[in-house]
């Protein structure tokens, strides 16, 4: 075994070894000192902030709180899923996706490829691990980060001069109350469950929010003869996902080089009325801004047709407005009419968890977990904090994150690393309690 190698296990026997002494538990939690960045997720933006460090020979220790990597891809996700932009734009730094991939890679080929590029940049997670309190103490310029592991709830906490942010948008699933839930008999679920519409074969099934989840579960749906109706509560931008021959992602970038928003947007809408008709007589109303523009604003994405589109125009999708109330088997709608139904999908979306976690109020808003600063601007706080993956731009957008961190992390590395160290070991401990050192090494 060579010495790196040997290096890596025993950093990995550190890292992840319980407590062996049921007094040491009691009486005070495990304090690990962490002489490069903790990262805080090991979804994609965690990951490529990992793989762009190590690249700069910064080591960095990553905190996952499932029991794998890209959690939401593998345990929330539906089968059918696949990327809803080219392979191009969603590929994460330093490692492109494999040239015999479709251009939309499913969600199996977009899992190989993170399985691939964390064993590829020799990436460790620890699993299991959930952040409960993270905060800057200014005494010793150190963030505190307050684990919980395992089964056993075994606190840990982690000492480190950066704290990266990499939960994602996506951490937590928005569940909307909605009059009569407790009254409905037929099974309310969130779509994060929903893998197959096999068990809603001819069911009649409601599904409410009208985004690219919500779009693309009633088509699924559709292939399994169920019979969906979709709630369509707001207005929605719904674009072909590709227009003369090109993704219709790609074809706005290489626009946006050359005009302005809002002359790409006018292009973008008469494409869409040429080639989808006007969506506004199936109930799909469009906004008053552009798609772009609109994304821009708010944040909000435009649905990339796959399919979905077709099944509405010839009926087998029902496009229904806001849900009033439910009853024990139907859904009353604001205009009066009322349906019965099997089962409810809520595809409502999901939403930062940072406040519940992170103290810091001045790079993260507390209303949405979101950093207060827009895009370009939003990636970088105070004391070493940092956010990954919160620009509203999808993997292209956390990749632009992930160099950004790791550029501006690399450039303190080498100056502050071992006066960090030295530092640390003259910190005031609780009696009896040893700080341990987290021995990271980068290949």
Known sequence: MDNNNHLKEVEGKRVHDHFNNK????????????????????????????????EKGVPS???????????????????????????QFCQLPLMPFPSNFPTYPTKQQFLTYLETYTNHFGLDPVFNTTVVNAEYDHLSRLWRVKTQQG??????VYLCQWLIVGTGENAEEVVPYIEGMDCFRGPIF??????????????????????????????????????????????????????????????????????PVRLVDQFLLLMSWLMLGDTSQFGLIRPKLGPLE???????????????????????????????????HAAEFIDG???????IILATGYKSN???????????????????????????????????GFNKRGLLGASIDARRIAEDIEHQWNSDAKKLMAFSR?????????????????N
């Not at 600063?373 to 105070?382: L, S, V």
């Not at 003259?426 to 980068?442: A, G, I, K, W, Y």
Request: hydrophobic share 40%; proline share 6%; aromatic share 8%.
């Open 61 to 87: 220790l990553i905190l996952e709180r499932a029991n794998c990597i890209a959690s939401l891809w593998q345990l929330k996700t539906y089968d059918r899923l696949r990327l809803h932009l080219p392979k």
């Open 354 to 388: 940072v406040p519940y976690w992170l103290k810091d109020t001045e790079m993260f808003s507390e209303k949405d977990g979101f950093p207060r600063m827009e895009f370009p601007n939003g990636w970088k706080g105070a004391h070493g904090l940092y956010a990954v």
């Open 337 to 343: 009419s009322r349906e019965n139904y099997d089962a």
């Open 190 to 259: 969130h779509s994060s469950s929903y893998k197959t519409g096999e068990l809603f074969r001819d069911k009649n099934v409601l599904v409410v929010g009208c985004g690219n989840s919500g779009m693309e579960v009633s088509l699924d749906l559709c292939n399994y003869n169920a019979r969906p109706s979709l709630v369509v509560r707001d207005t929605v931008h719904v674009l072909p996902q590709e227009m003369i021959g090109r993704s219709t992602f790609g074809l706005s970038m290489c626009l946006l080089k050359w005009f």
């Open 23 to 54: 007094k040491a538990a009691i009486s005070a939690a495990r304090r690990i000192m962490v002489p490069g960045p903790v990262i805080v997720g090991a979804g994609p933006s965690g990951l490529a902030t990992a793989a762009c460090l190590t």
């Open 151 to 156: 089964l056993k709830q075994e606190e840990t």
């Open 426 to 442: 003259s910190l005031p401990l609780p009696p009896n309690q040893d700080l341990e050192f987290n021995s990271m090494v980068v």
């Open 294 to 328: 609109l994304k821009n604003v708010s944040g909000k994405t435009p649905v990339l047709d796959v399919g979905t589109l077709a099944k509405i125009r010839s009926g087998n999708i029902k496009v229904c407005r806001a849900i009033k109330r439910l009853t024990h």
